[in-house]
């Protein structure tokens, strides 16, 4: 009895342990990043080129190509050519059995014999009825009957005319010419099939003008769609070729949209040049159409402009948007936001609260910023309404966007954005890393760096992330939790 009481102390003792050792660590973590020093990734403003492109697929085509058919039906008796043949205008490249026409035409001309000898007799039919009507040998209606016989009689013969030259033309057209110079891009008949021609031509032949010049349609996303215009270059691979860059230029942007499962594209003309005949007709093209491109201008990594302070930051209040003396922005305003989407801003009052503000709140708050406040607002709200349709957060932590698109082109002008400066702050003898907000100018932007207009000047160092260290990462395998579990206990 007693070994057995002595047995459950333990087990009670090792329990309490073991709940004092979780909640111990659990204290820890969520305590250390406060007391911690962040280490931040940098980036020094920079001078660089910047290509900025929209990117787009397309099938390469021949610049002009004729579907070769045949108006009558028939056997192919003969072939001239084949697959990559070269071809002339007017040169014979198929024949189509004619002996059905040589037939027409021989009975057309028999018709037309028999309609030419009834046109004689009532030639002289008309003449000997007018000469007995002179003598009053006959009546009118006797007159009158005989010349209707011959004005008929013309006009079987003008018939068994027409009907002998349509089997003359049916039988030239057995004769299949080539329309243009080029090349035979497909052949669909064999010698010995029977060509039908109901109410579609069938199709012979498919021959492309010249294969030097080539162009693509290719798709580009209406959100893409602005940025393009005639005469931009564009780069292209084909699978082909995966060493081997292609160049080409806009020759051409529809207005005509198409629509597939709710995306909509519009047809963009790129036109290609062949010399080396390595491209041919069908090929898929992944064309990068370069919409702006700048030489040596001043740059930031697109992760800064990504960037938000983690909720441990200390950051400056003031950004280098000034404020109009005697404003209410100049007076009145709210402390100044270091974390969250807010940060750089005059806290909004809902914000602390954690609720939805209603229109007017958000009215009388907006009108206490300056106008470069007021603007940095509106971009939060956008990036807000994105992540929302996206499915996304509107949170924005130290690597929030990270491996995102980079930003789109602005075809309306400069955009206005947030980036945090690092500065050292002395505090007890000690450097203490201090961010600091700059609003600046935005131009154009590749999949790396993003240009800087105003707002920065050399030197400046931005911050791109949060450099997370090694023992953190370790001991968070599952989640946010040391634990392994985002509720402090390892999942089964």
Do not use: C
């Amino acid at each position: 009895m007693t070994a057995n009481k002595s047995s459950g102390g333990w087990k009670w003792a090792l329990v309490l342990l073991v709940v004092g050792a979780a909640g111990g660590g659990y204290y820890w973590y969520t305590t250390r990043s406060v007391h911690s020093t962040v280490d931040y990734k940098t980036a020094a403003l920079s001078r660089g080129d910047i290509v900025q492109s929209v990117t787009a697929n397309g099938q390469l085509t021949p610049v002009m190509s004729v579907q070769v058919g045949s108006q009558i039906s028939g056997i192919i008796k003969d072939i001239k050519v084949d697959f990559n043949s070269q071809v002339t205008s007017n040169q014979v490249i198929a024949q189509i059995d004619p002996s059905t026409y040589q037939q027409n035409i021989a009975q057309a001309e028999a018709d037309l014999a028999s309609a030419m000898a009834a046109l004689e007799f009532a030639q002289l039919s008309s003449k000997r009825a007018l000469e007995l009507r002179k003598n009053e040998l006959i009546s009118t209606s006797e007159l009158e009957k005989a010349q209707v016989d011959l004005h008929q009689a013309e006009a079987v013969v003008k018939m068994r005319e027409a009907a002998l030259n349509k089997n003359k033309v049916d039988l030239e057209r057995t004769t299949i010419y080539a329309p243009i110079d080029g090349v035979v891009i497909s052949r669909n008949i064999d010698v010995g099939q029977t060509v039908a021609v109901s109410f579609n031509t069938p199709t012979l032949f498919l021959i492309a003008n010249d294969l030097r010049n080539m162009r693509i349609e290719a798709m580009v996303s209406e959100a893409d769609v602005g940025g393009l215009a005639v005469g931009q270059k564009v780069n292209f691979t084909v699978d082909a070729f995966v060493n081997r860059q292609f160049q080409g230029k806009i020759t051409q942007v529809r207005y005509a949209p198409i629509t597939n499962q709710n995306v909509v594209s519009y047809i963009s003309i790129v036109e290609v040049n062949n010399d080396d005949l390595k491209l041919r007709p069908g090929m898929t093209a992944n064309a990068t159409i370069v919409t702006a491109e700048r030489l040596n201008v001043p740059r930031v990594p697109n992760a800064a402009l990504r960037f938000r302070p983690p909720e441990s930051a200390a950051a400056k209040g003031a950004t280098n948007a000034t404020a109009k003396a005697g404003s209410a922005s100049a007076t009145n305003q709210a402390p100044i936001a270091t974390s969250g989407p807010y940060a750089g801003l005059p806290t909004p009052p809902w914000a602390a609260e954690g609720r939805r503000p209603t229109p007017e709140e958000r009215d009388k708050w907006e009108a206490t910023l300056t106008p470069e406040q007021r603007e940095q607002a509106r971009q939060i709200r956008e990036r807000m309404r994105q992540r929302m349709a996206e499915g996304g957060t509107g949170g924005g932590g130290p690597g929030a966007g990270a491996g995102s698109r980079p930003p789109r082109n602005n075809p309306e002008g400069p955009a206005t954005r947030t980036i945090y400066v690092l500065e050292k702050n002395l505090a007890n003898g000690k450097e203490v890393p201090l961010l600091k907000p700059v609003m600046v100018k935005t131009g154009i932007a590749d999949a790396s760096y993003t240009e800087i207009l105003e707002g920065l000047k050399e030197g400046d160092v931005v911050i791109t992330g949060v450099n997370l260290p090694a023992t953190a990462v370790a001991a968070r395998p599952g989640g946010s939790s040391p634990f392994g579990g985002p509720t402090g206990f390892r999942p089964r």
